[in-house]
């Protein structure tokens, strides 16, 4: 029994297994890289794994460039981003779909075409106008354009649709006002998808990359994914190791976040409705 | 007072949406018909001129052409291949499923800019370890990022391992979310494994399946902008441009402002159509849902 | 927060959205550092920003050491240093930006062939200007060779000050050399493709790689020792003569060694660059700046020669590099940035420069002083080959006009064309120049 | 536990869902501390009735009052209501205690006060064990005290509910009935109760208002109801199995229903002659049908053949045809009859009804109600 068992999973576990490993193949490439003495980076082969283990490109990477006030600047605008974000979205959801008003469809519709406009159409009017409020090299400059994302309306507001009505109609009866109802019905109703969502935006805020580069362009104001930047020089050459240790410590947090809440993301995502 | 309480709730996102979104689209559309190097005070009105110039180029159709070898690469690569290992992890006992759900998944927290440089050693056609297993094998080693063939398929790859994983989760829970019944019904019917799949699964998860084909369509061409910005630059001679990579070549790479927004409007044209089709298909298939 | 009277409650949406803006507005007001602002003189010093594109990787400790002496030096200048991303067109990018949101730098980067473009577009103080205002100006101008300040001039004017200078080089594998049997380096291109033949017959290994970046340098290195013209200007008009009989000469050769003899390698810089270093390429034409990083991360013996000839004819090798153009709009800015120039191309400093990044100093008499740059050049015998090649050095063709950067482009399609095979170099060279002669004249 | 009921008017609404009228000119009144039952088939508006008192739905036109108050401006959270909905409507993340402390807290009633009247409420529905559940881990029945507790600890005068029992098993409901009506006692608050249920409406109800259409057909206490229907909907809608209703002319004393004629007892048929003539409608209920194995006097009874026979132990309800199509539902003792037989009913005709062509009762003699036993006399 357990053998036919076995041999009617195993085709799927090969899959699974092939799938897994080439998913983190570049993955181990660039932590042993970030590992390797420099001219053993250039050796070749197909043994990525380092002969020599060594940190020095780590260190490099700390004493070059003041790596926890860059972590710093990249959390604070990941969680400015994804905290404010996710507030304008689920005020937004919520009023999509808990009042009817004219227009609600038209408006609706507008946000969901704002979706697709790619952001290299946006990119350059938008530069000129923080610019001129002055908001070159700020938070404000950096945080508050990447708010305008109209994909957490679209997404909670598929989730929203699945909670009872009447769950909402006994909130009100109860006395609740909007902001109660939100708070205290709402939210943890739809928990699994605001979780999801707020990692999804939260990685996504933490990786942005062409917006800080046009906004920022003093050092001490950069994220993380800037500073990949300071080591690589097309003209003098990239200095791989220490390039591949700085990109593991850019990933590493979000990855560790992800590991260890690893069971709970993927159930949030499951759980969420946001399979649209 | 109470008719403006939805106001009050949407505003604050609605108010970003169209002061960053709406409002550089429109001067997007102003900016089409000049000539302009963003930085001269004086800008010159140059009528249809940018437009003319970019139908009767080559560059614009290669680009569009592209656009949409890459999105069907990308519909097999990033719906195709996530639903079938997707749908291996069901077929699996669930405690066995944890590893792997946290694998594949675990890709999606690189930036794409990180995931190209990483592709760019693994691409490397004399020491990467793609050509030396290829070279093992006695087969040559394609020039991936110079060859006008592999091109687009090494850059879909690179944005494929980036999107697998955050596809691959959305289309598990879709399935996951087919009821047994169903399924147990059709086993006493002694529909085989393959039937079931066929006439049962992959109808009930249509749904899903929409929203993540919709998503590459529209989302592949932005993502696979930043390994062409990182790796190739949009060559050889235009073999991997896409239309968003050549709105981002005209401003920044050439500082023609005029001809970038032009190119931005006929994107956004393409993209008008399909737009319309798919809040269409996303507005349809949630009532379906309801 | 949410604890409000139920009258209340229908008005918090309304005080959250105020204090999203408020948020906003607080951290644009904190956001911003304190060296903005187009004025910055406060308290009689000047603070000037001086922007670079030197990493970690290559030349940022250097610029961090130079700015600290100088502002050691220079009490009543303050320069804030900032690294742009991206090279020189990502430099550009931002200056742009810069420029048009009324705060550009004082003193910048120009990679050489942004220079037209630069000259053309971007409001700035000519070097000439700045040199006039200057009573010792015309004296610290007379210690540079001409053909050196030529790199900064368009059209005769000093636009920008001449500061970094690379050229190419031939770096070759001494250990595939020996293993081949190639007795010494080659001198002339036939050499250089025989010499690839061998090693791959020899060796199994590609013979040569030479850059390609998303610029023409190393091409136009060869097309005009070729005694090709890329650009040839006559009456004031420039027109794109690259596809003359001699340039085509000099690209058949190189699609005949990617293509035909299968010795050369056709793949990005950065590949081709990992390839040599790795040892699987005998040769590989690049630039010497790339020097220390070459010699650091090879494992065998890499040694340099100048850039090959063709035949008897006089070798032309493009300056890469940058020159350093003031942007400063008010005149105690301006002044600042000429001395923090000054004092950038002082023969200490670009002693640290030389040594920090491998550049050729652009000042007559640093290199063999033995208060300078000496006992480097004697520690570093790969320089030679490029310090040897000086007088051959011709200014980078940056293409005039509106269309400038087009015009690389159309250039660097032409590139693809020909060693992608799809097209003959007489074909695409045709083509793109005809395109180029469309664009200029525009 | 004292709550101050009050009445609740509908006057003259009427409710539009875009093109359907889910209420029209509807006119209701409930008074202080009634119990009000709601019954009607789906769809016929009971439901958007209920909504509107509760604030869920804004009226259209018409108004309604609490007392002598306009509500219609008033949200639903002050209108000082308590709603069990038909699933219940738990806060699933909340544990039955916070669920029922959700309203006070919003109410900002005090902490001690939330808890002794949690404590009260739910040692009267028997949740003491049950408090730190959260709905998931309860069981249908306890679901619905859940909901029934959370909506009495508010102790406010109106209490509404929206099929409350429909989501139980039979037995359940049975007991939920009786429960629900002592604990109405107790609190005392006014009722309206909504369900298509006329069991449960015959039960709970003090009055039951009759629905269909949009329209109120009939409001009246379970026995009028019953033995009194206003118009031919009410008399087929309550009553299971429903009332025959079989088109019919009369011509002097006799009667003619489908193939059959019969002889009408004298006091009907001269009550009838006074009547407009024309089609009417005979309405008998099956229990007012009498089956015999043979026939009784001329003209009295009528043969019918068993068509179908459902034995539910203490009775059974035989299914008949008679002479030209005409079928009959007869409820009696079982046993003795078989399938196919041929039987003879006889009319018991102090109880029938007569409902003229669009199906308005045309009443009865008053002479009938003087020995009437059914105790659904007076006015």
Same mark, same amino acid.
């Given at each position: 029994?357990?053998?036919?068992?076995?041999?009617?999973?195993?085709?799927?576990?090969?899959?699974?297994?092939?799938?897994?490993?080439?998913?983190?193949?570049?993955?181990?490439?660039?932590?042993?890289?970030?590992?390797?003495?420099?001219?053993?980076?250039?050796?070749?082969?197909?043994?990525?794994?380092?002969?020599?283990?060594?940190?020095?490109?780590?260190?490099?990477?700390?004493?070059?460039?003041?790596?926890?006030?860059?972590?710093?600047?990249?959390?604070?605008?990941?969680?400015?981003?994804?905290?404010?974000?996710?507030?304008?979205?689920?005020?937004?959801?919520?009023?999509?779909?808990?009042?009817?008003?004219?227009?609600?469809?038209?408006?609706?519709?507008?946000?969901?075409?704002?979706?697709?406009?790619?952001?290299?159409?946006?990119?350059?009017?938008?530069?000129?106008?923080?610019?001129?409020?002055?908001?070159?090299?700020?938070?404000?400059?950096?945080?508050?354009?990447?708010?305008?994302?109209?994909?957490?309306?679209?997404?909670?507001?598929?989730?929203?649709?699945?909670?009872?009505?009447?769950?909402?109609?006994?909130?009100?009866?109860?006395?609740?006002?909007?902001?109660?109802?939100?708070?205290?019905?709402?939210?943890?109703?739809?928990?699994?998808?605001?979780?999801?969502?707020?990692?999804?935006?939260?990685?996504?805020?933490?990786?942005?990359?062409?917006?800080?580069?046009?906004?920022?362009?003093?050092?001490?104001?950069?994220?993380?994914?800037?500073?990949?930047?300071?080591?690589?020089?097309?003209?003098?050459?990239?200095?791989?190791?220490?390039?591949?240790?700085?990109?593991?410590?850019?990933?590493?947090?979000?990855?560790?976040?992800?590991?260890?809440?690893?069971?709970?993301?993927?159930?949030?995502?499951?759980?969420?409705?946001?399979?649209? | 007072?109470?008719?403006?309480?939805?106001?009050?709730?949407?505003?604050?996102?609605?108010?970003?949406?169209?002061?960053?979104?709406?409002?550089?689209?429109?001067?997007?559309?102003?900016?089409?018909? +000049?000539?302009?190097?963003?930085?001269?005070?004086?800008?010159?009105?140059?009528?249809?001129?940018?437009?003319?110039?970019?139908?009767?180029?080559?560059?614009?159709?290669?680009?569009?052409?592209?656009?949409?070898?890459?999105?069907?690469?990308?519909?097999?690569?990033?719906?195709?291949?996530?639903?079938?290992?997707?749908?291996?992890?069901?077929?699996?006992?669930?405690?066995?499923?944890?590893?792997?759900?946290? +694998?594949?998944?675990?890709?999606?927290?690189?930036?794409?800019?990180?995931?190209?440089?990483?592709?760019?050693?693994?691409?490397?056609?004399? +020491?990467?370890?793609?050509?030396?297993?290829?070279?093992?094998?006695?087969?040559?080693?394609?020039?991936?990022?110079?060859?006008?063939?592999?091109?687009?398929?090494?850059?879909?790859?690179?944005?494929?391992?980036?999107?697998?994983?955050?596809?691959?989760?959305?289309?598990?829970?879709?399935?996951?979310?087919?009821?047994?019944?169903?399924?147990?019904?059709?086993?006493?019917?002694?529909?085989?494994?393959?039937?079931?799949?066929?006439?049962?699964?992959?109808?009930?998860?249509?749904?899903?399946?929409?929203?993540?084909?919709?998503?590459?369509?529209?989302?592949?061409?932005?993502?696979?902008?930043?390994?062409?910005?990182?790796?190739?630059?949009?060559?050889?001679?235009?073999?991997?441009?896409?239309?968003?990579?050549?709105?981002?070549?005209?401003?920044?790479?050439?500082?023609?402002?005029?001809?970038?927004?032009?190119?931005?409007?006929?994107?956004?044209?393409?993209?008008?159509?399909?737009?319309?089709?798919?809040?269409?298909?996303?507005?349809?298939?949630?009532?379906?849902?309801? | 927060?949410?604890?409000?009277?139920?009258?209340?409650?229908?008005?918090? $949406?309304?005080?959250?959205?105020?204090?999203?803006?408020?948020?906003?507005?607080?951290?644009?007001?904190?956001?911003?550092?304190?060296?903005?602002?187009?004025?910055?003189?406060?308290?009689?010093?000047?603070?000037?920003?001086?922007?670079?594109?030197?990493?970690?990787?290559?030349?940022?400790?250097?610029?961090?050491?130079?700015?600290?002496?100088?502002?050691?030096?220079?009490?009543?200048?303050?320069?804030?240093?900032?690294?742009?991303?991206?090279?020189?067109?990502?430099?550009?990018?931002?200056?742009? /930006?810069?420029?048009?949101?009324?705060? $550009?730098?004082?003193?910048?980067?120009?990679?050489?062939?942004?220079?037209?473009?630069?000259?053309?577009?971007?409001?700035?103080?000519?070097?000439?200007?700045?040199?006039?205002?200057?009573?010792?100006?015309?004296?610290?101008?007379?210690?540079?060779?001409?053909?050196?300040?030529?790199?900064?001039?368009?059209?005769?004017?000093?636009?920008?000050?001449?500061?970094?200078?690379?050229?190419?080089?031939?770096?070759?594998?001494?250990?595939?050399?020996?293993?081949?049997?190639?007795?010494?380096?080659?001198?002339?291109?036939?050499?250089?493709?025989?010499? /690839?033949?061998?090693?791959?017959?020899?060796?199994?290994?590609?013979?040569?790689?030479?850059?390609?970046?998303?610029?023409?340098?190393?091409?136009?290195?060869?097309?005009?020792?070729?005694?090709?013209?890329?650009?040839?200007?006559?009456?004031?008009?420039?027109?794109?003569?690259?596809?003359?009989? /001699?340039?085509?000469?000099?690209?058949?050769?190189?699609?005949?060694?990617?293509?035909?003899?299968?010795?050369?390698?056709?793949?990005?810089?950065?590949?081709?660059?990992?390839?040599?270093?790795?040892?699987?390429?005998?040769?590989?034409?690049?630039?010497?700046?790339?020097?220390?990083?070459?010699?650091?991360? /090879?494992?065998?013996?890499?040694?340099?020669?100048?850039?090959?000839?063709?035949?008897?004819?006089?070798?032309?090798? $493009?300056?890469?590099?940058?020159?350093?153009?003031?942007?400063?709009?008010?005149?105690?800015?301006?002044?600042?940035?000429?001395?923090?120039?000054?004092?950038?191309?002082?023969?200490?400093?670009?002693?640290?420069?030389?040594?920090?990044?491998?550049?050729?100093?652009?000042?007559?008499?640093?290199?063999?002083?033995?208060?300078?740059?000496?006992?480097?050049?004697?520690?570093?015998?790969?320089?030679?080959?490029?310090?040897?090649?000086?007088?051959?050095?011709?200014?980078?063709?940056?293409?005039?006009?509106?269309?400038?950067?087009?015009?690389?482009?159309?250039?660097?399609?032409?590139?693809?064309?020909?060693?992608?095979?799809?097209?003959?170099?007489?074909?695409?060279?045709?083509?793109?120049?005809?395109?180029?002669?469309?664009?200029?004249?525009? | 536990?004292?709550?101050?009921?009050?009445?609740?008017?509908?006057?003259?609404?009427?409710?539009?869902?875009?093109? @359907?009228?889910?209420?029209?000119?509807?006119?209701?009144? @409930?008074?202080?501390?009634?119990?009000?039952?709601?019954?009607?088939?789906?769809?016929?508006?009971?439901?958007?009735?209920?909504?509107?008192?509760?604030?869920?739905?804004?009226?259209?036109?018409?108004?309604?009052?609490?007392?002598?108050?306009?509500?219609?401006?008033?949200?639903?959270?002050?209108?000082?209501?308590?709603?069990?909905?038909?699933?219940?409507?738990?806060?699933?993340?909340?544990?039955?205690?916070?669920?029922?402390?959700?309203?006070?807290?919003?109410?900002?009633?005090?902490?001690?006060?939330?808890?002794?009247?949690?404590?009260?409420?739910?040692? &009267?529905?028997?949740?003491?064990?049950?408090?730190?559940?959260?709905?998931?881990?309860?069981?249908?029945?306890?679901?619905?005290?859940?909901?029934?507790?959370?909506?009495?600890?508010?102790?406010?005068?109106?209490?509404?509910?929206?099929?409350?029992?429909?989501?139980?098993?039979?037995?359940?409901?049975?007991?939920?009935?009786?429960?629900?009506?002592?604990?109405?006692?107790?609190?005392?608050?006014? &009722?309206?109760?909504?369900?298509?249920?006329?069991?449960?409406?015959?039960?709970?109800?003090?009055?039951?208002?009759?629905?269909?259409?949009?329209?109120?057909?009939?409001?009246?206490?379970?026995?009028?109801?019953?033995?009194?229907?206003?118009?031919?909907?009410?008399?087929?809608?309550?009553?299971?199995?429903?009332?025959?209703? &079989?088109?019919?002319?009369?011509?002097?004393?006799?009667?003619?229903?489908?193939? @059959?004629?019969?002889?009408?007892?004298?006091?009907?048929?001269?009550?009838?002659?006074?009547?407009?003539?024309?089609?009417?409608?005979?309405?008998?209920?099956?229990?007012?049908?009498?089956?015999?194995?043979?026939?009784?006097?001329?003209?009295?009874?009528?043969?019918?053949?068993?068509?179908?026979?459902?034995?539910?132990?203490?009775?059974?309800?035989?299914?008949?045809?008679?002479?030209?199509?005409?079928?009959?539902?007869?409820?009696?003792?079982?046993?003795?009859?078989?399938?196919?037989?041929?039987?003879?009913?006889?009319?018991?005709?102090?109880?029938?009804?007569?409902?003229?062509?669009?199906?308005?009762?045309?009443?009865?003699?008053?002479?009938?109600?003087?020995?009437?036993?059914?105790?659904?006399?007076?006015?």
């Amino acid at each position: 029994m357990k053998v036919r068992r076995w041999s009617k999973e195993a085709p799927w576990h090969i899959l699974l297994i092939l799938t897994a490993v080439l998913s983190l193949l570049p993955f181990i490439w660039m932590l042993a890289t970030a590992f390797k003495p420099e001219p053993e980076i250039f050796a070749g082969g197909l043994n990525p794994l380092p002969a020599v283990p060594t940190l020095a490109n780590f260190r490099f990477v700390m004493e070059r460039v003041p790596l926890f006030r860059y972590f710093a600047n990249t959390l604070l605008a990941a969680v400015l981003i994804t905290g404010l974000k996710m507030v304008t979205s689920i005020l937004a959801a919520y009023g999509f779909t808990r009042f009817r008003f004219r227009g609600r469809e038209f408006i609706f519709y507008l946000c969901l075409v704002s979706i697709f406009v790619p952001v290299q159409v946006t990119m350059l009017p938008n530069y000129l106008l923080i610019s001129h409020l002055g908001w070159l090299n700020s938070f404000a400059g950096l945080v508050i354009p990447q708010l305008a994302d109209a994909m957490g309306i679209f997404l909670l507001r598929q989730s929203i649709r699945t909670v009872p009505v009447s769950l909402f109609e006994a909130a009100r009866i109860d006395g609740a006002g909007h902001l109660a109802v939100l708070r205290r019905v709402l939210l943890p109703a739809i928990k699994p998808a605001v979780v999801a969502l707020a990692i999804l935006f939260f990685i996504n805020a933490w990786n942005e990359y062409y917006w800080p580069l046009l906004v920022l362009n003093d050092k001490s104001m950069y994220t993380l994914p800037l500073a990949l930047q300071m080591f690589t020089n097309q003209e003098g050459g990239t200095a791989w190791g220490v390039m591949m240790a700085a990109a593991s410590l850019t990933a590493l947090p979000p990855l560790v976040v992800y590991l260890l809440t690893q069971r709970y993301v993927v159930d949030s995502f499951i759980n969420s409705g946001l399979k649209g | 007072m109470r008719r403006f309480i939805p106001l009050v709730f949407i505003a604050p996102a609605l108010f970003l949406i169209v002061l960053f979104t709406f409002w550089p689209v429109l001067s997007t559309l102003h900016l089409s018909f +000049l000539q302009w190097n963003m930085i001269s005070p004086r800008a010159r009105w140059e009528g249809p001129g940018n437009y003319l110039s970019l139908l009767t180029g080559r560059e614009f159709w290669l680009a569009g052409y592209n656009t949409l070898v890459y999105t069907v690469i990308l519909l097999v690569f990033n719906l195709v291949l996530p639903y079938l290992v997707a749908y291996a992890v069901t077929r699996v006992p669930p405690r066995r499923q944890t590893p792997y759900k946290a +694998l594949i998944f675990a890709p999606g927290v690189i930036s794409l800019a990180v995931a190209s440089v990483i592709f760019l050693w693994l691409y490397n056609p004399v +020491l990467g370890p793609v050509d030396i297993l290829l070279r093992h094998l006695g087969l040559g080693a394609p020039a991936w990022l110079t060859g006008y063939r592999t091109v687009i398929w090494a850059l879909s790859l690179i944005t494929t391992w980036k999107l697998f994983g955050y596809n691959f989760i959305v289309l598990l829970a879709g399935l996951v979310a087919v009821p047994r019944e169903l399924i147990q019904a059709a086993q006493l019917e002694g529909a085989s494994g393959w039937q079931i799949f066929w006439h049962i699964i992959r109808p009930q998860t249509s749904a899903t399946s929409l929203y993540v084909l919709v998503m590459t369509v529209v989302w592949g061409a932005q993502y696979v902008f930043v390994p062409i910005q990182m790796l190739t630059n949009g060559g050889p001679d235009y073999a991997s441009t896409n239309l968003v990579f050549l709105i981002y070549q005209y401003g920044f790479g050439f500082f023609q402002a005029g001809k970038a927004a032009a190119c931005a409007v006929l994107t956004l044209l393409v993209f008008l159509v399909l737009i319309l089709l798919q809040a269409r298909v996303l507005e349809k298939k949630v009532y379906y849902e309801d | 927060m949410f604890q409000f009277k139920s009258r209340v409650k229908k008005k918090v $949406p309304v005080f959250l959205s105020l204090l999203l803006l408020g948020a906003a507005a607080v951290a644009a007001g904190c956001g911003g550092p304190a060296t903005q602002g187009a004025g910055g003189g406060t308290g009689g010093v000047t603070t000037i920003e001086y922007w670079h594109v030197n990493s970690e990787s290559f030349g940022g400790q250097a610029v961090r050491d130079l700015v600290n002496e100088f502002n050691r030096t220079h009490p009543d200048v303050k320069v804030v240093d900032k690294f742009q991303p991206n090279m020189y067109l990502g430099l550009m990018q931002n200056l742009q /930006a810069a420029i048009a949101g009324g705060h $550009p730098p004082a003193v910048a980067q120009i990679g050489y062939n942004f220079l037209e473009y630069a000259t053309a577009n971007l409001p700035h103080q000519t070097v000439d200007d700045a040199a006039g205002q200057d009573k010792d100006g015309r004296a610290f101008l007379n210690d540079f060779r001409s053909n050196i300040l030529d790199l900064g001039r368009v059209n005769g004017k000093l636009e920008g000050m001449p500061y970094s200078i690379s050229d190419p080089v031939l770096y070759y594998n001494s250990d595939l050399f020996s293993r081949a049997g190639i007795n010494g380096p080659p001198r002339t291109w036939d050499e250089v493709r025989r010499d /690839a033949r061998l090693i791959k017959e020899k060796t199994g290994n590609y013979g040569l790689y030479v850059q390609e970046p998303s610029d023409n340098w190393a091409q136009q290195a060869m097309m005009e020792s070729n005694g090709a013209k890329v650009l040839t200007k006559k009456d004031g008009r420039a027109t794109a003569t690259f596809d003359s009989a /001699a340039a085509v000469d000099a690209y058949q050769l190189m699609a005949d060694m990617v293509l035909k003899d299968k010795t050369a390698l056709h793949a990005p810089w950065d590949q081709g660059t990992q390839a040599f270093i790795s040892g699987k390429v005998g040769m590989t034409v690049t630039t010497i700046a790339k020097r220390n990083y070459i010699e650091s991360n /090879a494992k065998f013996k890499v040694a340099t020669v100048p850039f090959p000839t063709f035949g008897e004819k006089p070798r032309r090798v $493009p300056a890469g590099g940058n020159a350093l153009f003031i942007f400063a709009r008010d005149p105690q800015q301006q002044k600042a940035a000429w001395e923090f120039i000054k004092y950038l191309e002082s023969p200490a400093a670009l002693t640290v420069w030389t040594k920090g990044t491998g550049y050729l100093p652009p000042r007559s008499g640093v290199l063999d002083d033995p208060k300078y740059l000496k006992p480097f050049m004697d520690a570093n015998p790969l320089m030679k080959a490029a310090v040897d090649e000086l007088p051959d050095l011709v200014p980078w063709v940056s293409f005039p006009g509106n269309n400038g950067l087009q015009c690389e482009q159309a250039m660097l399609d032409a590139r693809d064309a020909i060693l992608g095979g799809r097209q003959t170099p007489a074909g695409a060279l045709h083509a793109a120049a005809e395109k180029v002669n469309q664009l200029i004249g525009k | 536990m004292t709550v101050i009921a009050e009445s609740i008017q509908f006057e003259a609404v009427t409710k539009n869902y875009g093109r @359907v009228t889910a209420l029209r000119e509807f006119n209701l009144e @409930v008074a202080a501390g009634e119990r009000m039952v709601l019954l009607g088939p789906s769809g016929c508006g009971k439901t958007t009735a209920l909504r509107l008192v509760a604030g869920l739905e804004e009226a259209g036109r018409g108004k309604i009052y609490f007392g002598d108050r306009s509500v219609n401006d008033l949200p639903p959270g002050e209108r000082g209501v308590a709603m069990v909905f038909q699933n219940y409507a738990l806060y699933p993340h909340m544990t039955v205690a916070e669920n029922m402390a959700f309203g006070l807290k919003m109410r900002r009633v005090p902490p001690d006060q939330i808890k002794a009247r949690i404590d009260r409420a739910a040692s &009267m529905l028997g949740l003491e064990e049950l408090l730190l559940r959260r709905p998931r881990e309860l069981s249908g029945g306890q679901r619905q005290r859940a909901a029934l507790g959370r909506a009495i600890v508010k102790e406010a005068p109106f209490f509404l509910l929206d099929e409350p029992l429909s989501n139980l098993d039979a037995q359940l409901r049975a007991r939920a009935r009786a429960e629900l009506v002592s604990l109405h006692r107790q609190i005392g608050s006014t &009722m309206l109760y909504v369900t298509h249920d006329q069991v449960e409406a015959m039960t709970v109800g003090q009055r039951i208002a009759v629905i269909a259409g949009g329209e109120l057909q009939q409001v009246d206490t379970p026995e009028r109801i019953y033995h009194r229907p206003m118009n031919a909907f009410v008399a087929r809608f309550i009553g299971n199995p429903p009332m025959n209703l &079989m088109p019919v002319k009369v011509a002097g004393n006799r009667l003619r229903m489908g193939g @059959v004629s019969l002889q009408l007892p004298a006091v009907w048929a001269a009550w009838l002659a006074e009547r407009p003539q024309g089609e009417i409608t005979l309405g008998i209920r099956p229990e007012d049908l009498v089956l015999r194995a043979e026939a009784g006097p001329a003209g009295c009874s009528f043969p019918v053949r068993l068509t179908w026979q459902e034995d539910l132990g203490a009775e059974a309800v035989f299914y008949l045809q008679a002479a030209g199509e005409l079928e009959l539902v007869v409820r009696g003792r079982p046993g003795g009859v078989n399938t196919g037989d041929t039987l003879w009913v006889e009319i018991n005709w102090e109880r029938v009804h007569f409902f003229d062509g669009p199906g308005r009762s045309l009443g009865r003699p008053q002479a009938l109600d003087r020995n009437d036993r059914s105790g659904a006399g007076g006015a």
